[in-house]
């Protein structure tokens, strides 16, 4: 269970990264992942992710859109990979579900929420609908890295088409000189 302070949506989504970081098999790429100090605005990039690993990213039309995908994701990611099966999945909004907390509302549950709320849309599906899926080895540029933020504003090119949006900074490899 991961737990935040109310408004401290920094430390809960770091945590969330951290976590999954590992587990998604990111640690065993040799190449050097971006996190906002290595790789700030200016930063020439090429995406990065391994789809046999069980990784996974979008490129989202807003930073909020962008955060709440990563979330679900990762911590989909997070359940199999510790549980060995899917976590149960709201029908209605496609998070995955964690039972109560003696009789208290579960953390994660509220945190997801939250992130679904801020980015204005109605379910995990809507907000999939409004992303692209990301493609490995695309080179890129990294255009804004919010503070407080695990996403980062960058331009992709993709078959001679550049393509703007938010996508999670730690699906990037900063390009060796």
Do not use: Q
Not at 95 to 110: F, L, M
Not at 122 to 133: E, G, H
Not at 147 to 164: N, P, Q
């Amino acid at each position: 269970m991961i737990r935040f302070a109310d408004g401290d949506m920094k430390t809960s989504i770091s945590a969330l990264v951290l976590l999954a970081v590992p587990i998604i098999g990111f640690a065993a790429n040799k190449e050097i992942m971006c996190n906002a100090e290595i790789c700030p605005p200016g930063t020439k990039v090429k995406t990065y992710y391994s789809e046999k690993n069980g990784e996974i990213f979008h490129i989202c039309d807003t930073k909020e859109k962008a955060e709440y995908v990563s979330a679900v994701t990762g911590m989909i990611a997070m359940h199999v990979a510790f549980s060995g099966h899917m976590p149960n999945i709201s029908p209605v909004t496609g998070d995955p579900e964690y039972p109560e907390n003696d009789g208290k509302p579960n953390e994660t549950n509220i945190f997801l929420k939250i992130l679904r709320e801020k980015s204005g849309v109605k379910s995990f599906d809507d907000a999939l609908s409004k992303c692209l899926k990301g493609i490995n080895k695309l080179n890129g540029l990294i255009l804004e890295t919010p503070e407080d933020s695990t996403v980062a504003l960058t331009k992709i090119s993709y078959k001679g088409t550049d393509i703007k949006g938010w996508m999670p900074i730690n699906m990037m490899n900063k390009e060796s000189k």
